[in-house]
């Protein structure tokens, strides 16, 4: 009310100071309006307050709503954690009855109580190893009670793997030297241990508590469960896994023990084994003796090492016949008890089980398939490296460096390195059926050159020099044996009956081959690299400068003259000569083939991206070098040898003339030989020497060629590049001349005579007829021989072709002559015109060229 009426005092006080009072207003109505207005204005703030307070309470609501939404929350993890941390429980305590089943089964055992004991604890270990696996992802919330509890089972299970593993590599040491105790020194040995292992031995014994059998097959299956534990401990279980670099296999690291042993004792041992029987000769020769045992050292561990793996059957027989087929059979097994054990054990219905035991082993058993052999290799390599490094080789004073007493212990060194790297490999592409690329990068042997030859770059150039002065001095020695510039006696018809290739050729390929397996030694990319800089490419340029001079030499003896024959000497000259370049440039092809693939390699340990291949230009080089010896080859024998000495450069100067020279005017001429231009057409007086060298040289080629035929070698296909290359490139040649003729780009035959033209086209189609082996296509004989049977035709399909020419144009069939222009002009008019011409058989032919010749054709 008080403010109500303070308001009503401020309006009146604000009326009075406007305007005056009117007395004529009704005062009490004016009260009244003015009382009205006030009360809106108290409902409107009113209002406003209430919907703060309604905004207020809602808020408070979501809030209280909020925290019930949490509390169920964490009751349901909680009540999570209570199924989990039960059904664990439930896991452990019907493991821990069953174990006091079995104990009060076997009962107190005085004889062979171990046996029973390690039954036992196997046991055990394998069924507290797959509960494990089976709730890996429990391990992952160690704040939970469930967590808690898997923690403390994970530390007991490795506490007992431990035990249980040092007491079954015990008896697996016991069982090895009863049963075997020659192993590895004989392959008798080697046959009873996988005898022992093989399936029907284990169908026999697997009744016999305490065998031998019985107790690899417990190492085996703590083995595969220990590593599935470790497995579902490190990361979830999807994708490809790895081997980790410490991983080792208990079940193949005792059957290396004894080879291990022996090795230690024959290498390592200064009063011991090799060193003792090199120093018992004399007390003053003691240290020379040990140098000198010192010097065979890699070829003697080497040595000793394949013997063990091969002749007395440590790899053969006990890995892959003995080993590995036990393994899987266990592996087997191991995933039977899984299933059984899970659906026993386990909820399968609970939704937060992690993943099953036996999927855990399935991808163990991908992992496990032939990793025996694989990891047997792989430890001999590291005794190998171990025996090297001990004995400090390639690192005295007397075998490496400027005081070394002889090189060629090192270069002997480092040959045995790269030998027993490839055995190595080799052993392992035959065990995987030649598909390494699916074995773990960390099972594979340790490499010998990466180890002692790559990370000293001095040693490794040194030895590269080495290596390539020595094959450069092997190809220097093949070429002055075997080359025909360095033979006493020059005749080449001596040569005829050599190889179709050169002997220096194979000796290159072999020289290639083995840099090939050298530079794949290297599991390091710069060194490959540095091995194909400093001794691949040396070599290819030698062989290619052996072959330039070889090439020289045998250009002089092709165009050496003979007394009696004006062309190339006698026909036996002409062939040997043939023939010799014919197997020079074959040499060379197959030379190049064998540097490219020398640089093909397949290398599983690498992933690297290999760059641009640095023997590139190399390889160019020699397929260019080829090239240019047939070049070569042709040029010389159609510009000097038939075109200056067989006369066919007489022939192509007055052929125009005599194409182009009138019928009458003919027996006008002095000394023009009569004949019958209608009915015996013979060859050109011209082309009669011509014509002989080259089919004396085209059959040379098809000689060499027959001779690959009865060939039955992977090379013989690359063997027919020389005498095919000759062919084709010879038919190209004297085709351009004939060509030249017939199409007259000189503007030396006007005219076109038929009787002319019926003798070039005798004469052509002659020397067509020799190329009948070349595999070209259409080329400049081709051509040449359509041109002249253009030339050669009669009047009357001569005027219908040039009728029907003149019709697409809409020409006179009278006019004097066709322009190309007219037909050029119109796409589709071009188009049907050579269509027209490919009908009438000259469609080798330009339509510019044809239309010229029916031109000139008078």
């Given at each position: 009310?008080k403010?109500?009426?303070?308001?009503?005092?401020?309006?009146?006080?604000?009326?009075a100071?406007?305007?005056?009072?009117?007395?004529?207003?009704?005062?009490?109505?004016?009260?009244a309006?003015?009382q009205?207005?006030?009360d809106?204005?108290?409902q409107?703030q009113?209002?406003k307050?209430?919907?703060a307070?309604?905004?207020?309470?809602?808020?408070?609501?979501t809030?209280?709503?909020?925290d019930?939404?949490?509390?169920?929350?964490?009751?349901?993890?909680?009540?999570?954690?209570?199924?989990?941390?039960?059904?664990?429980?439930?896991?452990v305590?019907?493991?821990v009855?069953?174990?006091?089943?079995s104990?009060?089964r076997?009962?107190?055992v005085?004889e062979g109580?171990?046996?029973?004991?390690?039954?036992?604890?196997?046991?055990?270990?394998?069924s507290l190893?797959l509960i494990?696996i089976?709730?890996?992802?429990?391990?992952?919330?160690n704040?939970?009670?469930t967590g808690?509890?898997?923690a403390k089972m994970?530390?007991?299970?490795?506490?007992l793997?431990?035990?249980?593993?040092?007491?079954?590599?015990h008896?697996?040491?016991?069982?090895?030297q009863k049963?075997a105790?020659?192993y590895?020194?004989?392959?008798?040995?080697?046959?009873?241990?996988?005898d022992?292992?093989?399936?029907?031995?284990?169908?026999?014994?697997?009744?016999?508590?305490?065998?031998?059998?019985e107790v690899?097959?417990?190492?085996i299956?703590i083995?595969?469960?220990h590593?599935?534990?470790?497995m579902?401990q490190s990361?979830p279980?999807?994708?490809?896994?790895?081997?980790?670099?410490?991983?080792?296999?208990?079940?193949?690291d005792?059957?290396?023990?004894?080879?291990?042993?022996?090795?230690?004792?024959?290498?390592?041992?200064?009063?011991?084994g090799?060193?003792?029987?090199?120093?018992?000769?004399?007390?003053?020769?003691?240290?020379?003796?040990?140098?000198?045992?010192m010097?065979?050292l890699?070829?003697?561990?080497?040595?000793y090492?394949?013997?063990?793996?091969?002749?007395?059957?440590?790899?053969?027989?006990?890995?892959i016949?003995?080993?590995q087929?036990?393994?899987?059979?266990v592996?087997?097994?191991v995933?039977?008890?899984?299933?059984?054990?899970?659906?026993?054990?386990d909820?399968s219905?609970a939704?937060?089980?992690?993943?099953?035991?036996?999927?855990?082993i399935?991808?163990?058993?991908q992992?496990?398939?032939?990793?025996?052999?694989?990891?047997f290799?792989?430890?001999?390599?590291?005794?190998?490296?171990?025996?090297?490094?001990?004995n400090?080789f390639?690192?005295h004073?007397?075998?490496?460096?400027?005081?070394c007493?002889?090189?060629n212990i090192?270069?002997?060194?480092?040959?045995q390195?790269?030998?027993f790297?490839?055995?190595?490999?080799?052993?392992?592409?035959?065990?995987?059926e030649?598909?390494?690329?699916?074995?773990?990068?960390?099972?594979?042997?340790v490499?010998?050159?990466?180890?002692?030859?790559?990370?000293r770059?001095?040693?490794?150039?040194?030895?590269?020099?080495?290596?390539?002065d020595?094959a450069i001095?092997?190809?220097?020695?093949?070429?002055?044996s075997?080359?025909?510039?360095?033979e006493?006696?020059?005749?080449?018809?001596?040569?005829?009956?050599k190889?179709?290739?050169?002997p220096?050729t194979?000796l290159?390929?072999?020289?290639?081959?083995?840099?090939?397996s050298?530079?794949?030694?290297?599991?390091?990319?710069r060194?490959?690299?540095?091995?194909?800089?400093?001794?691949?490419?040396?070599?290819?340029?030698?062989?290619?400068?052996?072959?330039?001079?070889?090439a020289?030499?045998?250009?002089?003896?092709?165009?050496?003259?003979?007394?009696?024959?004006?062309?190339?000497?006698s026909?036996?000259?002409?062939?040997?000569?043939?023939?010799?370049?014919?197997?020079l440039?074959?040499?060379?092809h197959?030379?190049?083939?064998?540097?490219?693939?020398?640089?093909?390699?397949?290398?599983?340990?690498?992933?690297?991206i290999r760059?641009d291949?640095?023997?590139?230009?190399?390889?160019?080089?020699?397929f260019?070098f080829?090239d240019?010896?047939v070049?070569?080859?042709?040029?010389?024998?159609?510009e000097?040898i038939?075109?200056?000495?067989?006369k066919?450069?007489?022939?192509?100067?007055?052929?125009?003339?005599?194409i182009?020279?009138?019928p009458?005017?003919?027996?006008?001429?002095?000394?023009?030989?009569?004949?019958?231009?209608?009915?015996?057409?013979?060859?050109?007086?011209?082309?009669?020497?011509?014509?002989h060298?080259?089919?004396?040289?085209?059959?040379?080629?098809?000689?060499?060629?027959?001779?690959?035929?009865?060939?039955?070698s992977?090379?013989?296909?690359?063997?027919y590049?020389?005498?095919q290359s000759?062919e084709?490139?010879?038919?190209?040649?004297?085709?351009c001349?004939f060509l030249?003729?017939?199409?007259?780009?000189?503007?030396m035959?006007?005219?076109?005579?038929?009787?002319g033209?019926?003798?070039?086209?005798?004469?052509?189609?002659?020397?067509?007829?020799?190329?009948q082996?070349?595999?070209?296509?259409e080329?400049?004989?081709?051509?040449?021989?359509?041109?002249?049977?253009?030339m050669?035709?009669?009047?009357?399909?001569?005027?219908?072709?040039r009728?029907?020419?003149?019709?697409?144009?809409?020409?006179?069939?009278?006019?004097?002559?066709?322009?190309i222009s007219?037909f050029?002009a119109?796409s589709?008019?071009?188009?049907?015109?050579?269509?027209m011409l490919n009908?009438?058989?000259?469609g080798s032919l330009?339509?510019?060229?044809a239309?010229?010749?029916?031109?000139?054709?008078?």
């Open positions: 009310k403010r109500r009426n303070n308001s009503m005092i401020l309006l009146l006080r604000q009326g100071m406007m305007d005056p009072i009117d007395t004529a207003i009704d005062p009490a109505a004016e009260l309006k003015a009205s207005h006030l809106h204005l108290i409107l009113q209002k307050e209430a919907e307070t309604d905004e207020k309470s809602h808020e408070n609501n809030a209280a709503k909020d019930e939404a949490t509390l169920l929350y964490k009751r349901a993890v909680e009540a999570q954690d209570d199924i989990q941390f039960i059904q664990l429980q439930r896991a305590i019907t493991l009855n069953n174990t006091v089943k104990s009060q076997d009962g107190t005085n109580g171990a046996e029973a004991a390690l039954s036992t604890a196997k046991d055990q270990c394998i190893g494990l089976r709730h890996a992802n429990h391990h992952r919330n704040n939970s009670k808690q509890l898997y994970l530390a007991w299970y490795t506490n793997h431990k035990d249980t593993r040092q007491m079954t590599c008896l697996f040491r016991a069982h090895l049963e105790p020659e590895p020194s004989n392959l008798q040995s080697s046959t009873v241990i996988a022992t292992f093989s399936p029907s031995s284990a169908k026999q014994r697997q009744h016999q508590q305490g065998s031998w059998l690899a097959r417990y190492l299956e083995q595969i469960v590593d599935a534990v470790q579902v990361q279980i999807d994708g490809k896994k790895h081997l980790s670099p410490q991983w080792r296999f208990d079940f193949v005792e059957l290396c023990r004894p080879i291990a042993e022996r090795l230690r004792y024959h290498f390592l041992g200064e009063q011991s090799l060193f003792t029987a090199s120093s018992t000769s004399s007390s003053g020769g003691v240290e020379s003796d040990k140098v000198s045992t010097d065979r890699p070829e003697w561990l080497f040595r090492l394949r013997e063990i793996m091969d002749n007395h059957g440590a790899y053969s027989v006990v890995m016949e003995g080993a087929p036990l393994i899987d059979a592996v087997d097994s995933l039977v008890r899984a299933q059984c054990l899970t659906a026993a054990v909820d219905n939704s937060d089980a992690g993943p099953s035991a036996r999927d855990v399935i991808q163990l058993k992992m496990y398939c032939g990793l025996s052999s694989t990891y290799l792989r430890e001999i390599s590291r005794m190998a490296r171990h025996a090297l490094r001990a400090s390639l690192n004073p007397d075998m490496v460096g400027s005081e007493r002889d090189r090192a270069l002997r060194g480092i040959e390195l790269f030998l790297d490839d055995l190595l490999k080799k052993k392992i592409e035959s065990d995987q030649g598909d390494p690329f699916g074995i773990d990068p960390i099972l594979y042997p490499r010998m050159t990466d180890t002692f030859l790559t990370p770059e001095d040693l490794l150039l040194w030895w590269m020099g080495d290596e390539r020595m001095v092997r190809l220097q020695k093949c070429a002055a075997t080359l025909s510039q360095t006493d006696d020059s005749s080449p018809t001596n040569t005829a009956n190889q179709l290739c050169p220096i194979d290159f390929a072999a020289l290639l081959h083995s840099s090939r050298k530079a794949n030694s290297f599991s390091d990319l060194s490959q690299q540095m091995y194909a800089a400093n001794v691949v490419a040396p070599i290819c340029s030698e062989y290619l400068e052996l072959m330039h001079g070889e020289t030499f045998l250009r002089q003896r092709l165009l050496a003259r003979d007394a009696k024959k004006s062309y190339s000497g026909d036996e000259m002409l062939t040997a000569n043939v023939l010799e370049w014919i197997s440039i074959s040499g060379v197959v030379a190049g083939h064998a540097v490219l693939r020398s640089q093909i390699t397949h290398d599983a340990e690498s992933a690297q760059p291949n640095p023997m590139d230009g190399v390889i160019k080089s020699i260019a080829g240019a010896m070049d070569e080859f042709v040029t010389i024998f159609v000097q038939m075109m200056e000495r067989a066919l450069a007489v022939y192509t100067m007055r052929a125009p003339f005599l182009s020279e009138h009458h005017e003919q027996h006008e001429r002095r000394g023009q030989r009569e004949k019958d231009v209608k009915n015996t057409l013979t060859l050109s007086p011209d082309l009669n020497d011509s014509i060298v080259l089919s004396v040289t085209l059959k040379a080629c098809q000689t060499a060629a027959a001779k690959v035929d009865s060939m039955d992977r090379t013989a296909e690359m063997m590049f020389g005498s000759i084709n490139s010879l038919s190209h040649a004297v085709g001349k030249d003729i017939g199409l007259d780009p000189m503007g035959c006007p005219e076109i005579y038929l009787e033209a019926k003798q070039f086209c005798h004469d052509v189609c002659s020397f067509k007829h020799l190329f082996h070349t595999t070209l296509g080329g400049p004989m081709e051509r040449a021989v359509a041109a002249s049977r253009l050669s035709l009669d009047e009357s399909p001569l005027t219908a072709l009728d029907a020419l003149c019709a697409l144009i809409s020409s006179d069939t009278g006019s004097e002559a066709l322009f007219d050029a119109d589709r008019l071009l188009q049907e015109a050579e269509s009908a009438k058989g000259f330009a339509l510019e060229e239309v010229s010749i029916i031109n000139r054709r008078c």
